[in-house]
């Protein structure tokens, strides 16, 4: 590995920003050699005081989103709704309160139920005539 370049300048001036290094693989791994693991760029917070005169923001969530569909059609199943951070905390402001981007839920559809087929016996038909020839009888015609 190169060693590190230098950090570059911050985003910011005031109210937090982010400055980066980086470095690069000088010989990568060839047959049963070991891969280079370590990271090839740092990040890194900057200038994180307030910017003077500058009004405190508020971290903002949006609004949370439609749900979707729920994964069963009948029976018991799940949905989900997503929201996402419009704004983070700027100029000392309160960050965002912990909290989940996804929210799932149960879905209960309409019952699982099938029209059940029951065996049915027709009635039973007319008594036939049997038949004797020698010793063999034979009703039915069968």
Known sequence: M???SGWSPCSKTCSGGSRSRRRDIKVHAKGHGRQCESNLQELDACNEKPCTGAVPLDCK?????????CTTTCGLGQ?????????????GGRACEDGSSIEMASCEMQSCTSRAEVCEWATWGSWTDCQRRGATVTCGGG
């Not at 969530?61 to 569909?69: C, H, N, R, T, V």
């Not at 949905?79 to 100029?91: D, G």
């Open 2 to 4: 190169s060693d590190w």
């Open 61 to 69: 969530w949006s609004d949370w989103a439609d749900w979707s569909e």
């Open 79 to 91: 949905h989900r709704r997503h929201r996402s951070i419009v704004m983070e905390a700027q100029n």
